[in-house]
């Protein structure tokens, strides 16, 4: 787990059915470290106002959990790609995210992308903190944020992200800095 940032405090903050955690049956079989499997089924992925949607079959139950944060058209199975076997987790921002089962590391199919299968996290808990970062960061219903009032939030992201992960903007990296081009407008 990369991410050492305090979890329970951000899983404190969250409403209820925010954070959309895996079955613990699950998170074994695709997690073989322990601490990487109890990250998954205690916190997850925060669901972010729609940025992260899970697949029904990983998800833990939860009467909580919004109907719009299941990602139904995700198939379960595990896919062969020419990375290795990536298991489906949901949909990351139009995209189907998914967890390589040999190294945990995280990968997005995104349709509109020339590339098929983009890396784009070096594990769950750097996923689920940089989904967080982005609802956290957010500004709210009643600011009028400035052009530099959303160059410091995208600053103040990607310093804390690579503070645990340079992938994610990493040169040659697409999906987050495609996602960063509009999150002002969402």
């Not at 209820?16 to 470290?33: K, N, Q, Y």
């Amino acid at each position: 787990m990369l991410v050492a940032a305090d979890w329970p405090g951000i899983a404190s903050d969250m409403r209820p059915g925010g954070l959309l955690r895996f079955r613990p049956e699950v998170a074994s079989a695709i997690w073989p470290d322990p601490e990487d499997a109890r990250f998954a089924v205690e916190y997850g992925v925060p669901h972010a106002g729609g940025l992260f949607r899970i697949a029904p079959g990983v998800a833990q139950p939860d009467p909580a959990i919004p109907d719009e944060a299941f990602a139904r058209e995700v198939g379960a199975e595990p896919v062969e790609t020419p990375h290795g076997k990536l298991q489906p987790l949901g949909e990351l921002y139009q995209a189907d995210v998914f967890v390589k089962l040999d190294d945990g590391t995280i990968w997005v199919s995104d349709p509109d992308s020339e590339i098929e299968f983009e890396l784009v996290n070096q594990d769950l808990s750097s996923l689920s903190y940089l989904v967080y970062m982005f609802e956290a960061e957010r500004p709210g219903p009643d600011e009028r944020p400035t052009p530099y009032d959303w160059a410091d939030i995208e600053e103040i992201i990607r310093e804390d992200i690579a503070a645990w992960d340079q992938r994610p903007f990493d040169a040659g990296t697409r999906f987050w800095e495609t996602y960063l081009d509009s999150y002002p407008m969402m």
